[in-house]
């Protein structure tokens, strides 16, 4: 709570603005009781604002709960007003809700007033301590309230005179002239000189550099820090970034980082995660979020399983109530009662669950959730600020929204762009200027509104810029830090009046981009050169350890690869290392329809349209089948989809995994060929290694061959391209676990071994099915590429096995990307899209390697 006016220390002499919490000290109040109106809007809804509620529940309770404080301040006993007196109409309407609202609310009072009303009922001589005003330091456009508490405390304590801040610049200066009245209608113009200086700057970062830059400059010409001001709207941790770095002290930044509403947000995420389809990203947030009952490690952890799509929540497993919670917190709520039940036994199990409850706008009743009112209704607060710290020495850090705490000499106001000094003014959301007028003549009360905040905004300025005595230096930022263009603010045209030979007020503005660093007004460095990086070696040697035993079985051998991770080693050994390390890159964003997600989705599809063992589907019922299979592999493993703004590509996804589904209907009926596996895992050993791997289909042929397929979510060309150069690994490679196999009790690899066995892939996309190893008969659907589809990428496997084997890891180059694409027909995504670490140690090409 701002206080504008400042008190004395009766001791020590010191003026300072006094604050809620040294006010409820030397007073003994009370603790305050919360002040929360947003709870009594949604449970008893006036019929003013019922309508808007209903439709945006969130924007009704800030407006509303804005005028509503704004009416407590403008009592002075803060105590609820009387409406009797006010004619009937619109105005008396809306005011007589608010204080009904306000008396619904019992003895609270919005954050800050509480200690205001226990001193305004407190009898003479309950204070610990004197606290006598400074004379002439109240602002005139003060609230009631605290005019009322001003006038209780130099009642009983009476008043002690300011210490002089001097009679502003000196005359002539055209800091003078601003100070003289920013709406004067007549102005002394001259010609622009040091005391009024305007300059343009990158972005707000630039900006606090500058400041920074321009209080050590003032310092080394022997400035005392308290005499200089920096005035800021903004975030204050660019300019405790900049102003730490030139080791200059910055007096009034907050105590505290401001405090996200975490309660707001683990009620929001809860709904959100309870309204299918459910978003990983919200799962994420809960497993990670403070308020759920388990370790913050554990909760990173399951936050990070869970961005990689794996929901299971293993990570608690041996937490029994912990993992029920997380059931909890999965399981979706389709009716209301279902919904409460889910919320009240989440709730009972979080840190400051009854807050997060109480934060729920759960209607009662039956019936399915109305999820977009329900959401709409969760109010999640801004962050909250702290206390400021103000000290003595250091350079007084002024927020814009309030009066300057103390004079200063060299004033630098640090983001002068559109909407600041002055601020812009906002109406108030319940009532007209009209309206505010006729309630002051008829009850005395003086609410804010857009005139009266036109006034205030203007008065404070002006106070800020009389509070200076030699200079003002105003910062204009180009763009904000996302970018976006910004505009210079409207007091610049106020402020460029007193200038004379202006052609438009822009042109006071001095560009600093435009003037080389010798001709900057403040000193300036240029970054240290970044000092060569060492050379990257060839390889990085592991002394001989074999890196191929990074992972071991419960029985001591070696954890078998796969043919996936076999392709990540042939592109790259350091991503292949990453991912035996669990270091693997892991992106947190949300939800999308990647290649991954439309392979997945039509995978299970396939699987289950195609079982084995069974005969072919009818042509006429497969789309039917198709369809089901489809909603089911949607809600099990993209359920984002099933959202209403995804629908476009739910169903062009769906026409193709159909087309898709018919074509392979017909080659299985064109080839005779049967299905004996879906989703079979297969071991065996091949090139030294253990290997195993889940193959997609196998098919038997009427010779009683084996064609093991692997469905790919793309087209035929780039595959054969591939395979043409001989650079195809993965499908070649389950033939090669059948030559060598590791069966194991119960499963079906029995009868696939001492089968003939070639190896296909079926191109969804657009139907092509490419073979290898075996002769199929010509005229039908597959096309036979050859015996020699992996003949150089296994030369090349072998030779990385036998380095990784040796623990020698060998490092790519930048010329590795275009020789994957131009040698072996494909794009190696392990250096395109996988981790930094790997591009970060990417060599530079020989001449001989380019």
């Given at each position: 709570?701002?206080?504008?006016?400042?008190?004395?220390?009766?001791?020590?002499?010191?003026?300072?603005?006094?604050?809620?919490?040294?006010?409820?000290?030397?007073?003994?109040?009370?603790?305050?009781?919360?002040?929360?109106?947003?709870?009594?809007i949604r449970a008893t809804p006036d019929p003013v604002w019922a309508d808007s509620l209903?439709?945006?529940?969130?924007?009704?309770?800030?407006?509303?709960?804005?005028?509503?404080?704004?009416?407590?301040?403008?009592?002075?006993?803060?105590?609820?007003?009387?409406?009797?007196?006010?004619?009937?109409?619109?105005?008396?309407?809306?005011?007589?809700?608010?204080?009904?609202?306000?008396?619904?609310?019992?003895?609270?009072?919005?954050?800050?007033?509480?200690?205001?009303?226990?001193?305004?009922?407190?009898?003479?001589?309950?204070?610990?301590?004197?606290?006598?005003?400074?004379?002439?330091?109240?602002?005139?456009?003060?609230?009631?309230?605290?005019?009322?508490?001003?006038?209780?405390?130099?009642?009983?304590?009476?008043?002690?005179?300011?210490?002089?801040?001097?009679?502003?610049?000196?005359?002539?200066?055209?800091?003078?002239?601003?100070?003289?009245?920013?709406?004067?209608?007549?102005?002394?113009?001259?010609?622009?000189?040091?005391?009024?200086?305007?300059?343009?700057?990158?972005?707000?970062?630039?900006?606090?550099?500058?400041?920074?830059?321009?209080?050590?400059?003032?310092?080394?010409?022997?400035?005392?820090?308290?005499?200089?001001?920096?005035?800021?709207?903004?975030?204050?941790?660019?300019?405790?970034?900049?102003?730490?770095?030139?080791?200059?002290?910055?007096?009034?930044?907050?105590?505290?980082?401001?405090?996200?509403?975490?309660?707001?947000?683990?009620?929001?995420?809860?709904?959100?995660?309870?309204?299918?389809?459910?978003?990983?990203?919200?799962?994420?947030?809960?497993?990670?979020?403070?308020?759920?009952?388990?370790?913050?490690?554990?909760?990173?952890?399951?936050?990070?399983?869970?961005?990689?799509?794996?929901?299971?929540?293993?990570?608690?497993?041996?937490?029994?109530?912990?993992?029920?919670?997380?059931?909890?917190?999965?399981?979706?709520?389709?009716?209301?009662?279902?919904?409460?039940?889910?919320a009240d036994r989440i709730c009972a199990r979080l840190v400051e669950g009854e807050a997060?409850?109480?934060?729920?706008?759960?209607?009662?009743?039956?019936?399915?959730?109305?999820?977009?009112?329900?959401?709409?209704?969760?109010?999640?607060?801004?962050?909250?600020?702290?206390?400021?710290?103000?000290?003595?020495?250091?350079?007084?850090?002024?927020?814009?929204?309030?009066?300057?705490?103390?004079?200063?000499?060299?004033?630098?106001v640090a983001d002068f762009t559109e909407g600041l000094h002055p601020a812009r003014p906002?109406?108030?959301?319940?009532?007209?200027?009209?309206?505010?007028?006729?309630?002051?003549?008829?009850?005395?009360?003086?609410?804010?509104?857009?005139?009266?905040?036109?006034?205030?905004?203007?008065?404070?300025?002006?106070?800020?810029?009389?509070?200076?005595?030699?200079?003002?230096?105003?910062?204009?930022?180009?763009?904000?830090?996302?970018?976006?263009?910004?505009?210079?603010?409207?007091?610049?045209?106020?402020?460029?009046?007193?200038?004379?030979?202006?052609?438009?007020?822009?042109?006071?503005?001095?560009?600093?981009?435009?003037?080389?660093?010798?001709?900057?007004?403040?000193?300036?460095?240029?970054?240290?050169?970044?000092?060569?990086?060492?050379?990257?070696?060839?390889?990085?040697?592991?002394?001989?350890?074999?890196?191929?035993?990074?992972?071991?079985?419960?029985?001591?051998?070696?954890?078998?690869?796969?043919?996936?991770?076999?392709?990540?080693?042939?592109?790259?050994?350091?991503?292949?290392?990453?991912?035996?390390?669990?270091?693997?890159?892991?992106?947190?964003?949300?939800?999308?329809?990647?290649?991954?997600?439309?392979?997945?989705?039509?995978?299970?599809?396939?699987?289950?349209?195609?079982?084995?063992?069974?005969?072919?589907?009818?042509?006429?019922?497969?789309?039917?089948?198709?369809?089901?299979?489809?909603?089911?592999?949607?809600?099990?493993?993209?359920?984002?989809?099933?959202?209403?703004?995804?629908?476009?590509?739910?169903?062009?996804?769906?026409?193709?995994?159909?087309?898709?589904?018919?074509?392979?209907?017909?080659?299985?009926?064109?080839?005779?060929?049967?299905?004996?596996?879906?989703?079979?895992?297969?071991?065996?050993?091949?090139?030294?290694?253990?290997?195993?791997?889940?193959?997609?289909?196998?098919?038997?042929?009427?010779?009683?061959?084996?064609?093991?397929?692997?469905?790919?979510?793309?087209?035929?060309?780039?595959?054969?391209?591939?395979?043409?150069?001989?650079?195809?690994?993965?499908?070649?490679?389950?033939?090669?676990?059948?030559?060598?196999?590791?069966?194991?009790?119960?499963?079906?690899?029995?009868?696939?071994?001492?089968?003939?066995?070639?190896?296909?892939?079926?191109?969804?996309?657009?139907?092509?099915?490419?073979?290898?190893?075996?002769?199929?008969?010509?005229?039908?659907?597959?096309?036979?590429?050859?015996?020699?589809?992996?003949?150089?990428?296994?030369?090349?496997?072998?030779?990385?096995?036998?380095?990784?084997?040796?623990?020698?890891?060998?490092?790519?180059?930048?010329?590795?990307?275009?020789?994957?694409?131009?040698?072996?027909?494909?794009?190696?995504?392990?250096?395109?899209?996988?981790?930094?670490?790997?591009?970060?140690?990417?060599?530079?090409?020989?001449?001989?390697?380019?």
């Amino acid at each position: 709570m701002f206080y504008p006016f400042l008190v004395a220390d009766p001791f020590s002499g010191l003026r300072y603005r006094l604050n809620d919490a040294r006010l409820s000290e030397l007073s003994l109040a009370p603790v305050a009781l919360p002040w929360n109106p947003a709870a009594v809007i949604r449970a008893t809804p006036d019929p003013v604002w019922a309508d808007s509620l209903a439709n945006a529940p969130s924007e009704t309770i800030a407006a509303v709960t804005a005028a509503l404080e704004d009416l407590v301040l403008a009592t002075p006993d803060l105590r609820p007003p009387s409406c009797a007196v006010l004619p009937d109409g619109r105005a008396a309407r809306h005011l007589t809700a608010l204080v009904a609202l306000w008396q619904a609310q019992g003895d609270t009072l919005p954050e800050g007033l509480g200690p205001v009303r226990h001193v305004l009922e407190l009898p003479h001589g309950g204070f610990l301590d004197p606290l006598p005003v400074v004379e002439g330091s109240l602002d005139p456009l003060a609230p009631a309230a605290m005019q009322a508490l001003h006038a209780r405390l130099k009642d009983e304590f009476g008043s002690v005179a300011a210490i002089s801040p001097g009679q502003g610049a000196r005359e002539g200066t055209r800091l003078r002239a601003v100070q003289a009245g920013l709406l004067a209608p007549g102005v002394m113009q001259g010609h622009a000189d040091a005391t009024l200086q305007v300059f343009g700057l990158r972005d707000p970062a630039a900006c606090a550099d500058f400041a920074a830059a321009r209080a050590r400059a003032l310092i080394a010409q022997g400035i005392a820090p308290r005499d200089i001001a920096v005035l800021s709207a903004g975030d204050p941790r660019h300019l405790a970034r900049a102003f730490a770095g030139q080791g200059v002290p910055l007096s009034g930044l907050p105590v505290d980082a401001p405090e996200r509403d975490v309660v707001g947000e683990t009620a929001l995420h809860i709904l959100l995660a309870k309204r299918p389809p459910t978003p990983a990203m919200v799962l994420a947030g809960l497993a990670h979020s403070p308020l759920m009952p388990w370790a913050a490690q554990i909760g990173r952890d399951l936050a990070e399983t869970v961005v990689k799509g794996d929901f299971r929540g293993q990570v608690l497993d041996t937490f029994p109530d912990h993992k029920a919670l997380w059931e909890d917190l999965r399981a979706t709520g389709s009716t209301l009662p279902q919904l409460r039940f889910l919320a009240d036994r989440i709730c009972a199990r979080l840190v400051e669950g009854e807050a997060v409850r109480a934060r729920m706008p759960l209607p009662p009743g039956e019936g399915t959730p109305d999820w977009e009112a329900i959401l709409r209704g969760v109010q999640v607060l801004p962050a909250a600020g702290a206390e400021m710290l103000r000290t003595l020495e250091g350079v007084s850090l002024w927020p814009a929204g309030e009066s300057p705490w103390r004079p200063c000499r060299h004033l630098i106001v640090a983001d002068f762009t559109e909407g600041l000094h002055p601020a812009r003014p906002k109406a108030n959301p319940l009532f007209l200027d009209s309206e505010i007028e006729a309630i002051a003549a008829s009850t005395g009360l003086r609410l804010r509104g857009r005139a009266a905040g036109i006034a205030r905004s203007l008065a404070l300025f002006q106070e800020q810029l009389g509070a200076a005595t030699e200079s003002v230096t105003f910062l204009v930022p180009w763009r904000d830090l996302a970018g976006a263009r910004l505009a210079p603010s409207a007091g610049l045209s106020l402020v460029a009046r007193v200038v004379s030979g202006l052609k438009d007020a822009a042109d006071l503005i001095e560009d600093i981009s435009q003037l080389p660093p010798q001709d900057w007004p403040v000193p300036h460095h240029l970054p240290a050169p970044v000092a060569a990086a060492a050379p990257l070696p060839e390889a990085i040697d592991f002394g001989g350890r074999s890196l191929l035993a990074l992972r071991l079985e419960a029985d001591g051998r070696i954890v078998p690869q796969s043919p996936s991770r076999l392709e990540t080693l042939v592109v790259s050994p350091l991503a292949w290392l990453l991912g035996e390390l669990g270091a693997e890159h892991t992106v947190w964003a949300a939800e999308t329809l990647d290649v991954m997600t439309r392979g997945t989705i039509a995978h299970h599809v396939f699987e289950h349209a195609f079982p084995e063992d069974a005969p072919l589907p009818d042509p006429a019922n497969l789309p039917a089948m198709v369809e089901a299979l489809f909603e089911q592999a949607v809600a099990r493993h993209a359920g984002f989809l099933r959202a209403a703004a995804w629908e476009m590509e739910r169903r062009a996804l769906h026409r193709e995994i159909l087309r898709a589904a018919l074509l392979w209907r017909d080659h299985l009926e064109t080839l005779g060929a049967r299905v004996v596996g879906n989703e079979i895992w297969l071991r065996g050993e091949a090139h030294g290694i253990r290997l195993h791997g889940k193959a997609d289909a196998i098919l038997e042929l009427p010779d009683g061959a084996l064609l093991v397929v692997d469905h790919k979510k793309s087209g035929t060309a780039g595959r054969r391209r591939r395979m043409e150069a001989g650079w195809d690994l993965q499908a070649g490679l389950y033939r090669d676990m059948l030559a060598r196999p590791e069966p194991r009790e119960g499963d079906k690899m029995h009868r696939l071994i001492g089968r003939t066995v070639g190896i296909a892939y079926h191109l969804m996309n657009d139907g092509g099915l490419l073979t290898s190893g075996l002769a199929l008969p010509t005229g039908g659907p597959a096309r036979d590429m050859g015996d020699a589809v992996n003949a150089k990428v296994i030369e090349h496997l072998r030779k990385r096995l036998a380095e990784v084997g040796a623990g020698r890891l060998v490092l790519n180059t930048t010329a590795d990307e275009a020789a994957f694409k131009k040698e072996g027909g494909f794009t190696p995504y392990a250096l395109t899209d996988g981790s930094p670490i790997v591009r970060a140690f990417l060599r530079p090409a020989e001449e001989t390697e380019a």
